[in-house]
């Protein structure tokens, strides 16, 4: 209501704001503005979009003579603000900055790109386990200590385990039905 009678008196206009920018105004709204297009293009820890803020809101408190002129000048930013967003978003689904934002291209398995170690040559593999797989933990092929899990089952330690499949990183063990003839790697000294 108050915003009403501010927009009827008579002395009022809607944009007189502009006749009251002057230089050093002018350079911290446009400056605001900028290190926000800035952040649309160039994310990172939102420093440049945090200080555009700031300059923006410094702006407008420095130019705006009463309520109704700040009223105003937000509305006017958020509508700029609401078309730069439309232009970015057609301009990342279309245009150039699709071209420079989205990876195209994939780096598969079949052109040579992997991103760990081929370890199927494990699978079949029996060792013992080293410490309690619960599910996972740690167990020993012929002196090559690495991280298992176990298809779901608790295993105790000592017991012999065999890798059953490899997924990546991840090495599957089960135990197997013969008991642990290999000395412990890992003797307790009491």
């Known amino acids: 209501m108050n915003l009403l009678l501010l927009a009827t008196q008579a002395n009022t206009h809607l944009f007189s704001f502009f006749e009251?920018?002057?230089t050093a105004q002018a350079i911290v709204l446009i400056l605001g503005l900028v290190l926000m297009v800035i952040e649309l293009?160039?994310?990172g820890f939102g420093v440049a979009g945090g200080a555009g803020i700031l300059l923006v809101i410094l702006g407008i408190v420095m130019t705006a003579r009463n309520a109704f002129e700040a009223t105003v000048m937000v509305i006017l930013l958020l509508i700029l603000a609401a078309i730069m967003i439309v232009l970015v978003l057609r301009s990342a689904k279309k245009g150039k900055l699709s071209k420079k934002m989205i990876l195209w291209s994939s780096a598969r398995k079949e052109d040579g790109y992997r991103?760990?170690?081929?370890?199927?040559?494990?699978t079949g593999?029996?060792?013992i386990a080293i410490t309690t797989l619960r599910p996972s933990g740690i167990a020993d092929f012929d002196g090559e200590r690495l991280d298992v899990v176990s298809e779901g089952a608790y295993i105790p330690a000592?017991?012999?385990v065999k890798i059953?499949?490899?997924?990546?990183?991840?090495i599957v063990v089960r135990p197997t039905e013969k008991a642990s003839s290999t000395p412990d790697p890992n003797p307790s000294q009491d």
């Open 20 to 22: 009251a920018i002057e």
């Open 41 to 43: 293009f160039m994310p």
């Open 115 to 122: 991103s760990t170690d081929d370890r199927h040559d494990l």
């Open 125 to 127: 593999r029996e060792g």
């Open 158 to 160: 000592q017991a012999a």
């Open 164 to 170: 059953i499949r490899v997924e990546g990183r991840r």
